[in-house]
């Protein structure tokens, strides 16, 4: 989905990502390097729907990187801002964990690893796809890049946008389902049945259901 109407970010839960990319060789390396990093930054609303808030990828040297963080944690205030830190990518974690605390910014920075043993198209898919599939993942018309890169997936050259998304929404934790009355469970249940036959699109059936269990009928 495009996302086309205004959104309020106090209502939202909010998640980041950093993949730093390159291949680092030592700390020195880090204040030198220039290679694509990505961020994604994502929100939860109450619907279980992702927006997509933030897409940026950017050739870069680490030291920019890192003020780009500081930066769209400034914007956005997420609650967790995870950074990719597998094999050489760890020492880029640390240095930035470390700087945040010796410059006191407030972000909430969690070294991330991947699993090595997962082809990374995989995962990529079997985070997005069910996201996509039942029309929760929104998106804002100017994210070309991420747009691009989803349209074109696993045949795009480059995926750093949409690894760096998959990721971002692998932090989000399950949603703890509150109790339903039972006579609203079964009608519910009904009228969920009575839509999906229609061939209404998932996420209006659950913006529906939410509806139904907030009036309390």
């Not at 998640?15 to 939860?44: H, Q, S, T």
Request: hydrophobic share 45%.
């Amino acid at each position: 989905q495009i996302m086309s109407e205004p959104i309020k970010l106090d209502q939202l839960d909010i998640y980041a990502f950093l993949d730093p990319a390159g291949k680092k060789k030592g700390a020195d390396a880090l204040k030198k390097v220039r290679a694509n990093a990505a961020i994604a930054i994502v929100g939860v609303d109450h619907l279980s729907r992702i927006l997509v808030l933030e897409a940026w990828r950017g050739k870069t040297s680490a030291e920019a990187t890192k003020h780009k963080v500081f930066e769209l944690n400034e914007r956005w205030r997420p609650k967790v801002f995870g950074i990719e830190a597998n094999a050489m990518q760890e020492l880029y974690a640390d240095m930035l964990i470390l700087e945040a605390q010796r410059l006191a910014v407030q972000i909430n920075l969690q070294a991330i690893y991947q699993p090595t043993n997962v082809d990374k198209h995989w995962r990529i898919r079997s985070i997005l796809n069910p996201i996509i599939n039942h029309g929760r993942l929104v998106m804002q018309r100017t994210h070309y890049d991420l747009i691009r890169e989803l349209t074109n997936f696993p045949m795009s050259p480059l995926v750093d946008l949409v690894d760096a998304l998959a990721s971002a929404c692998h932090m989000i934790p399950p949603r703890k389902q509150a109790a339903i009355p039972t006579h609203i469970s079964d009608t519910a249940t009904e009228l969920a049945k009575h839509l999906r036959n229609q061939g209404v699109a998932p996420y209006l059936i659950e913006q529906r259901l939410a509806q139904l269990a907030a009036s309390g009928r």
